[in-house]
C-alpha cells in the first residue's frame, strides 16, 4: 500500500475550485483519466485531464459503500471537502472540483509533481528545514481546525510537495470517511496509520485537534531522526507503544529539539500544545 501512497505524491496547478456538476463514474464526466496512481481501502486515485481546461488533475474517486447510510456518509463527506475547497492557505491542496456521480463520490485536486514527504525523509532533511515543514504543516492544520475540520491521518505520504518547493496538505477527513462507513457496517476498525495516531485515536476515543499534534510530532521526530518514534511487530503492538512507552530520546546533536518533542508527543492530551497557535508560538532554544 505504501508504495500505492507515494505514487499519489507528484503535482502542482493551483486554480479556484468549480461548483459541483454531474458526472459518470466510468471516467467520471468531464475528465480524461490518463493513468491510476494509487488503490486503497477508501479510493482510487487517477491522474486525469480536465477537458474544459486542459489541466493535469488528480481525480480519487470513492468506492461505492452499502446502500444502508450511503447518503448521509457522501452528504458528510462533499459538505466537509466544499469547507476545505473554499480555504485558501498555501499548505492546503486546492480542491478543483467535487461531487457525487451515481453512488459514488469524487474529488479532482490539484496535482502535485514535487514528491512526497515519505521521499525527503528517506533523503534526509536538516533540522532546520525540518522545523520550517512542520511549521507549514502546523499552519495548514490551523486552517483546518478553523473550518471545523480534522485531518485525522497525517503521514509523510499526505503531505506533497509543489514544483515551488511549498508542501500541501492532502487527504484530509478519509480517515473519518472510512469511520463513517464503519458505522453502517459493523466494523469495529481503527482508522488511521498506526504509526502516526494519537494515542486516543489508536484506542477508538474521542479525538480533537490534539490528536492532529500528535500526528505531526511523529512527523517531525520522523523528519528529525529518519525513523518512527514506535515500530512493533503489529499494528496492535504499534498502537500500545503509543500509549504506554516513553517518548524516545533525540541524539544528542539534535537534543535542542527535545522539548518539543516532548510536547507534541505527551501521551496525555492536556500535556500537549493545546492547539496550533500555541505550538506556533514556541521557539528553540540556543543550539
Not at 10 to 38: C, D, I, M, N, Q
Not at 41 to 60: F, G, Q
Request: hydrophobic share 45%; net charge neutral; with cysteine.
Amino acid at each position: 500500500m505504501a508504495a500505492n501512497e507515494d505514487a499519489l505524491a507528484r503535482g502542482v496547478a493551483a486554480a479556484a475550485p468549480v461548483p459541483r456538476r454531474p458526472a459518470v463514474v466510468a471516467g467520471v464526466r468531464g475528465y480524461e483519466t490518463l493513468r491510476r496512481l494509487a488503490d486503497g481501502e477508501i479510493s482510487t486515485v487517477w491522474l486525469a485531464r480536465d477537458r474544459a481546461t486542459a489541466r493535469e488533475v488528480v481525480l480519487k474517486v470513492l468506492r461505492q459503500v452499502p446502500d444502508n447510510g450511503a447518503e448521509r456518509i457522501f452528504d458528510r463527506f462533499l459538505q466537509e471537502y466544499e469547507l476545505i475547497a473554499r480555504l485558501r492557505h498555501p499548505n492546503v491542496v486546492r480542491i478543483h472540483d467535487l461531487g457525487v456521480a451515481d453512488d459514488h463520490a469524487y474529488i479532482a485536486m490539484e496535482y502535485c509533481g514535487g514528491g512526497s514527504l515519505k521521499r525527503r525523509i528517506a533523503a534526509g532533511i536538516a533540522p532546520g528545514d525540518a522545523y520550517r515543514l512542520m511549521r507549514d504543516m502546523a499552519g495548514a492544520l490551523g486552517a483546518l481546525h478553523a473550518a471545523g475540520i480534522l485531518h485525522r491521518d497525517l503521514k509523510p505520504t499526505n503531505v506533497l510537495f509543489r514544483d515551488d518547493g511549498s508542501v500541501a496538505l492532502i487527504d484530509f477527513g478519509l480517515a473519518k470517511q472510512a469511520a463513517l462507513r464503519a458505522e453502517f457496517t459493523g466494523a469495529g476498525t481503527i482508522f488511521g496509520t498506526p504509526y502516526y495516531v494519537s494515542p486516543e485515536q489508536g484506542h477508538g476515543e474521542p479525538v480533537d485537534e490534539r490528536g492532529d499534534l500528535y500526528s505531526l510530532g511523529v512527523v517531525f521526530y520522523e523528519m528529525l531522526t529518519g525513523q518512527k518514534p514506535y515500530t512493533g511487530e503489529t499494528a496492535l503492538a504499534v498502537i500500545i507503544a503509543h500509549r504506554q512507552a516513553p517518548i524516545p530520546r533525540l541524539p544528542a546533536a539534535l537534543a535542542s529539539w527535545q522539548p518539543l518533542v516532548d510536547r507534541l508527543l505527551a501521551k496525555g492530551r492536556a500535556e500537549r500544545f493545546q492547539s496550533v497557535a500555541e505550538l506556533l508560538s514556541w521557539q528553540p532554544g540556543p543550539a
